[in-house]
């Protein structure tokens, strides 16, 4: 993956000077929001639901910190580039969010597991027949 990345941003001439700083740093705030409210939306629809395993709060910021990047934004990013004006800067945005969520976000994973005591614990026998 790193590799990958590496050679996306490096390999091909992208409009980095088109892109900017303001794009970049309102990209990656705009993005966290959003990634945010829907965490909290699809969970508070999906705990009206549940009576019992509600998903918690921590879980919540786990999954808010932790989501999915990467593999379908670049995909539509790829088609942006060949059909909208401004499509390489978006494949570029995408490439440099990507790759600062993988490395820095990545990087602070398991503390923040740790912190939010979210990490799987090991399966005792009575959790195994609870399972059954």
Not at 98 to 122: E, M, Y
Request: hydrophobic share 55%; proline share 5%.
């Amino acid at each position: 993956m790193f590799l990958f990345l590496g050679i996306g941003l490096t390999a091909f001439n992208h409009p980095y000077k088109k892109m900017g700083w303001g794009l970049l740093i309102t990209g990656i705030i705009n993005l966290n929001i959003a990634r945010g409210l829907n965490v909290l939306i699809v969970s508070a629809i999906a705990n009206t639901s549940r009576t019992k395993n509600k998903i918690s709060w921590k879980v919540q910021m786990v999954t808010w910190i932790s989501g999915l990047r990467g593999a379908m934004a670049y995909a539509l990013a790829l088609k942006a580039a060949v059909t909208l004006p401004l499509g390489p800067v978006i494949l570029i945005f995408t490439l440099i969010y990507s790759f600062i969520t993988i490395l820095v976000v990545g990087s602070a994973l398991n503390p923040v597991l740790a912190k939010c005591d979210v990490k799987r614990k090991p399966m005792t026998p009575e959790m195994l027949l609870a399972v059954e």
